[in-house]
């Protein structure tokens, strides 16, 4: 079984920061990405950024320079820093973990359960 715990999601004004942590805890080899997503309402969940085993990283361009995605292997745990908030960043965050079970094993993907943030002054 593997969990997936998201924390720091909140309310900010714009411009404002926030810290977004996922910790990837259970039975597991390895982890081969971590990265975020995120959906607002009545929208498609899009990627926000994504971060290889090692460290390769992806963003989308509404979030570049903006957004900081960072991971402890140690921890099994990936971080979204979020500088400069939008409105339009308003969504639920969920953190998404692509590992393997086992040596060899087919790839799993895992969603936490969601943390929301919202922009607003």
């Known amino acids: 079984q593997v969990h997936l715990v998201e924390s720091g999601g909140g309310l900010v004004q714009p411009g404002g920061s926030l810290r977004l942590s996922c910790a990837a805890s259970g039975s597991f080899f390895s982890i081969n990405a971590m990265g975020w997503y995120r959906q607002a309402p009545g929208k498609q969940r899009d990627l926000v950024a994504v971060?290889?085993?090692?460290?390769?990283?992806n963003y989308a361009d509404s979030v570049k320079g903006r957004f900081t995605i960072s991971r402890d292997n140690a921890k099994n745990t990936v971080y979204l820093q979020m500088n400069s908030l939008r409105p339009e960043d308003t969504a639920v965050y969920y953190c998404?973990?692509?590992?393997?079970?086992?040596?060899?094993?087919?790839?799993?993907?895992?969603w936490g359960q969601g943390t929301q943030v919202t922009v607003s002054s």
């Open positions: 998404h973990a692509d590992l393997n079970l086992v040596p060899g094993s087919a790839r799993n993907y895992y």
């Open positions: 971060i290889t085993s090692d460290s390769r990283t």
